[in-house]
C-alpha cells in the first residue's frame, strides 16, 4: 500500500535545487566582495525556492488549530480555521503569516496514521500554500506571545480533487534576526475528507455510547426497614451533577444514533441516591446524602435518551472477563459469580429504565481476547464478543478493512471493532485543538476506510469505557458529523452481530500468548477470586438461619459482582480495601449471633439442668440453627443420657433465649462442657463457648448425717411440747385448789352467798329454756401426752 510520503513531491527537487544553486553562484561572483560586506544571506535554494523553505525540527513556533469547519465540507462550502500561533522560540519572528497549505491524496489508513505522527514536524513535505489573500499577517510575534488567527478559504478554491482524504497544513512563515529570509517556522497537519456527493455503497458504522463508572456502593445497609445504602464515597453525585461526566454523556448521547451499552450497577446506584442514602462522614461516621433530586433528575434523563433505541446491558457490575479467565477460573465458584450478574442485568436495566435490554454481548478490556476469555464471556449466556482489530488481526494480506462479525465456532459471534476508530478519542480532550485533530482524523479514517472496496461493510466503533466530559464531547462532535456525511449510515449493535460476514476475514481467537502484556499486568489477581469465594461461602452459612434473607443476600451479592469489576483496574490497593471492607461487615453481622459466655457452673446432685443462652442482636429473626451442648467426659457428666444432646434454636431480633440441657452426673470432679451453633446442614456456626462443671455427688453417709440431724431436731421440739403442756396442766391443778379451800371457808360472805344460791338451785328441775352447756364439765386431772390443751 502506498504511503502519505509516496504522494508529497511539492519541495523543490535535487536537480531544480542543483540549477538555482549554480545560477546563484554565477550571479553572485563579480559581488563577491561587496557580499563579504553584508549579513548573512540564506541558503541558495532557500533564496529562490517558490515556498519558504523549512527550518529544522518541530519549529520554533507552535501552530494549534482550534477549530475546522465543515469537518466534511460539500462543493458550496467555506472552510474556516482558527487557532493560535505561538512564538516558543528566543528570537522575534517578523513578517509572519499563517496560510493554508493543500497536501496529496492519502488514500491509505496507514497513510492517515504516518501524517497525524509527524503533525507538527517542519521537515516534512506539506504542499503548496492556497494563496496570499487566503493568509493571516503578523508584523511580528515576540517570544511568548500568542497571536490567534482565522483563515476562511472557499472548496472550490482548494484545489480538491478526487473523493477522499487530503493532508490540509496550517503553517506560519517568517523570518528570525538569525535567519532573515522566509523560512515555515512553524505548522499543523490535519485531515480534510472530501466526498461532496453520496457514496454509492455507504459503510454501516455501529457506535458504542458507553454508561459506566467505578463502583460506588458498599454491602453495607441500614437496619431500618427500606435498607438505607450506604456509599463508600460520594463521587457519583459529582458525575450526574450538571456538567459532570455522566451528565454529558446523556446529553450528547440523546441526540445521536447510537447503541447505548450500560452497567445495571450504575443504574442501581443511581436509583439508590434517589431516596435517603449514606455517604462516609467524619471517622467512622456516616452522614446522609444530600443529592437526591440530581438523582432523580439524571434517571429522567437517561429515561428519555434512550426510548426507542437500542440499548446492551453488560452483566451488573462490568465483571472483569480477561482477570476471571487468566486468574479466577481454578477458583471454586468463580464462574457463578458472572452467571448471577448476567441474570440479575435485564430485570434491572428494565425496572430503572422501562427498556428491555440485550444481554448476548460480552465486552472484555480493550476487546482484547484469546481462548480462555471467549470460553468464560459466553459460559454465562452470551453468544457474542465484542472483540477489536488490534489484537484480532487479519493473517490473509487483505487490501481493505473487513466487516466486523467473524464466526468463531460454537455458536459464537466475533464482532470485532476497528481499533482506529475506537481509540481515536482517548487522551487529553481538554484542549481545542487536540479534540479538533481527533475529529478530523476519525473522519478520515471512517472516509478511507469507506472508500478501499465497494463491498458492503459493517463496522463497529467501540471507544474506552469511561470517556472523560470532554472526550465525549469530541466523541459527538465527531459523530455527529459522520452521521450527516455522505460515506456512512448508522447501524445498532444487534444488526452489525448478524450482518454477513466477510469469508475473507480471519475468524481464528488469538492465542493467549498474544494477550498484550500491558494489560495483563493490571489483572485482577487470584487473591481477589479466593477473597470473593471465602466471603461467599461465609454468606451461605448466614443465610441458611436468617427469617428474611433477602436483606442480607441482596446487598452482599451485588457487592461481590463488584468486586470483580473492570474499574478496579490499576486501583489494586483500593480494591483490596474494597473486598475487605466487605467481608470486614459481614463477620460484623455473623457475630450478632452468638452464643453468651458463661462461668463454671456447680452441679450438686446426680441430675440438674445447665441453661445456654444464644443471643441475636440482628433486626430479623433467625431460625435453622441448632445447640448442641457436648461433654468432654462422658463417664463423669452426661448430657440428655449421652456425650452431648442438641436443641433447635429460633430467637426473634433484638432477642434472647436461653436453651435448657438436662444433665446427670456419675462421678464428682469438673468436667468440660462446650456448647456451640450448629446450621442445619451440619455446618458450625459463629464460635464455641466453653466452661467447667464442677460435679459434687452427695453420698449415702451424708444422708444418714443429715436424717439424723433432722431427727434431733424433731425430736428436741417434741420434747418442749411436752414439758410446756405438763406444766400448764399443773398450774390449772393448783388454782382448782385454791378455789376449793375458799368455798370451805364460812367467814367468806361472798362464797357462802353463793353456796346458798347453789343448794337452793340443786333440787330444781331444768328448765325447758335454760341453754344447755356447750363443753363437757372441766376435768382438773392433767391431760395425757399429744392430747391438745386449750390455753
Known amino acids: 500500500m502506498a504511503e ?34 553584508l549579513p548573512a544571506a540564506p541558503p541558495a535554494d532557500a533564496a529562490g525556492a517558490d515556498a519558504p523553505q523549512a527550518a529544522s525540527g518541530a519549529g520554533s513556533v507552535s501552530v494549534s488549530v482550534d477549530t475546522l469547519t ?54 516534512n513535505a506539506f504542499g ?52 532573515q529570509w522566509e523560512q515555515v517556522l512553524g505548522v499543523q497537519r490535519t485531515f480534510l475528507p472530501w466526498q461532496p456527493d453520496a457514496a454509492g455503497t455507504k459503510t454501516k458504522t455501529t457506535f458504542l455510547w458507553p454508561l459506566i463508572s467505578t463502583v460506588h456502593m458498599t454491602a453495607e445497609t441500614g437496619s431500618d426497614e427500606q435498607q438505607t445504602p450506604v456509599f463508600h464515597d460520594d463521587d457519583l453525585a459529582k458525575e450526574i451533577s450538571p456538567g459532570g461526566r455522566l451528565d454529558r454523556m446523556v446529553a450528547l448521547g440523546k441526540d445521536l444514533d447510537v447503541t447505548w451499552v450500560i452497567d445495571p450497577d450504575l443504574l442501581a446506584s443511581v436509583e439508590a441516591m434517589t431516596d435517603r442514602y449514606e455517604v462516609p462522614g467524619e471517622g467512622d461516621d456516616t452522614v446522609v446524602g444530600s443529592h437526591q433530586a440530581v438523582a432523580k433528575r439524571w434517571l429522567t434523563e437517561v429515561q428519555e435518551a434512550v426510548a426507542d433505541k437500542e440499548v446492551v446491558a453488560l452483566p451488573f457490575g462490568d465483571p472483569d472477563l480477561a482477570s476471571l479467565a487468566h486468574n479466577g477460573t481454578s477458583v471454586s465458584g468463580s464462574l457463578s459469580h458472572l452467571k448471577e450478574a448476567t441474570d440479575v442485568a435485564s430485570s434491572t436495566v428494565d425496572a430503572i429504565l422501562h427498556v428491555k435490554p440485550s444481554t448476548d454481548f460480552a465486552w472484555p478490556v480493550d476487546g482484547a481476547v484469546d481462548p480462555s476469555i ?52 482517548r487522551g487529553d480532550m481538554t484542549k481545542a485543538s487536540t479534540s479538533t485533530l481527533a475529529v478530523q482524523r476519525f473522519l478520515a479514517q471512517s472516509l478511507t476506510l469507506g472508500l478501499q472496496t465497494g463491498k458492503q461493510r459493517s463496522v463497529v466503533v467501540a471507544p474506552q469505557r469511561t470517556p472523560s466530559a470532554s472526550q465525549a464531547q469530541t466523541m459527538a462532535e465527531a459523530l455527529t458529523i459522520l452521521q450527516d456525511g455522505t460515506w456512512s449510515e448508522s447501524q445498532g449493535l444487534v444488526a452489525a452481530a448478524k450482518a454477513q460476514p466477510d469469508p475473507a476475514a480471519t475468524t481464528r481467537v488469538p492465542p493467549a500468548s498474544a494477550y498484550p502484556s500491558s494489560l495483563r499486568k493490571h489483572e485482577l489477581p487470584r487473591t481477589t477470586f479466593e477473597q470473593i469465594a471465602r466471603t461467599q461461602a461465609k454468606l451461605d452459612k448466614f443465610k441458611v438461619i436468617l427469617s428474611d434473607q433477602s436483606r442480607v443476600v441482596t446487598p452482599f451479592g451485588r457487592a461481590l ?149 433432722v431427727l434431733l431436731l424433731v425430736l428436741a421440739g417434741f420434747r418442749m411440747y411436752t414439758q410446756r403442756k405438763r406444766a400448764a396442766a399443773r398450774e390449772a391443778q393448783e388454782r382448782d385448789h385454791e378455789a376449793d379451800e375458799d368455798a370451805d371457808d364460812p367467814q367468806n360472805p361472798e362464797t357462802a352467798g353463793e353456796r346458798l344460791t347453789q343448794d337452793s338451785g340443786a333440787d330444781d328441775p331444768e328448765q325447758p329454756s335454760d341453754p344447755a352447756p ?18
Open 4 to 37: 502519505a510520503a509516496d504522494f508529497q513531491g511539492t519541495s523543490p527537487s535535487p536537480a531544480r535545487r542543483w540549477l538555482r544553486r549554480t545560477g546563484a553562484l554565477l550571479t553572485g561572483v563579480p559581488l563577491l566582495t561587496g557580499l563579504l560586506q
Open 70 to 123: 465543515p469537518g466534511a465540507p460539500a462543493e458550496d462550502d467555506t472552510v474556516t480555521v482558527s487557532g493560535t500561533v505561538t512564538n516558543k522560540g528566543k528570537q522575534t519572528v517578523t513578517d509572519a503569516h499563517v496560510g493554508l497549505r493543500v497536501g496529496p491524496l492519502l488514500n491509505t489508513r496507514s497513510s492517515i496514521d504516518s501524517v497525524a505522527k509527524n503533525s507538527t514536524d517542519v521537515q
Open 128 to 179: 503548496s500554500e492556497v494563496g496570499d489573500k487566503y493568509a493571516e499577517e503578523f508584523d511580528k510575534l515576540t517570544p511568548g506571545v500568542s497571536r490567534p488567527f482565522t483563515i476562511s478559504v472557499p472548496v472550490n478554491k482548494l484545489d480538491l480533487g478526487q473523493d477522499g482524504v487530503y493532508q490540509l497544513t496550517v503553517a506560519l512563515s517568517g523570518q528570525t534576526s538569525a535567519q
Open 374 to 425: 471467549v470460553k468464560v464471556a459466553t459460559s454465562a449466556g452470551a453468544d457474542k464478543v465484542i472483540a477489536r482489530s488490534d489484537t484480532f488481526e487479519e493473517t490473509d494480506g487483505l487490501s481493505y478493512t473487513p466487516s466486523a462479525p467473524r464466526p468463531i465456532g460454537g455458536g459464537t459471534t466475533a464482532v470485532v471493532a476497528d481499533a482506529r476508530l475506537s481509540t481515536a478519542f
Open 561 to 709: 459482582n463488584r468486586e470483580m469489576s473492570v474499574s478496579w483496574r490499576g486501583r489494586q490497593s483500593e480494591a483490596a480495601i474494597y473486598r475487605s471492607g466487605v467481608e470486614a461487615y459481614l463477620d460484623t453481622l455473623l457475630g450478632q449471633v452468638r452464643l453468651i459466655d458463661k462461668s463454671e457452673t456447680k452441679l450438686s446432685g446426680r441430675s440438674a439442668t445447665i441453661p445456654v443462652t444464644v443471643q441475636n442482636n440482628l433486626v430479623q429473626g433467625v431460625e435453622h440453627l441448632v445447640l448442641r451442648l457436648t461433654s468432654t467426659n462422658p463417664t463423669r457428666l452426661e448430657i440428655g443420657g449421652d456425650a452431648y444432646a442438641e436443641r433447635p434454636v429460633a430467637v426473634s431480633g433484638g432477642h434472647s433465649q436461653s436453651v435448657k440441657f438436662t444433665t446427670s452426673a456419675n462421678a464428682n470432679g469438673r468436667a468440660t462442657v462446650v456448647a456451640q451453633l450448629y446450621t442445619q446442614d451440619g455446618q458450625k456456626y459463629g464460635e464455641p463457648v466453653t466452661f467447667d462443671v464442677k460435679v459434687t455427688e452427695i453420698t449415702a453417709t451424708v444422708m444418714l448425717v443429715i436424717g439424723g440431724g
Open 774 to 791: 356447750d363443753t363437757a364439765p372441766e376435768s382438773a386431772d392433767p391431760s395425757g401426752t399429744g392430747e391438745r390443751v386449750d390455753r
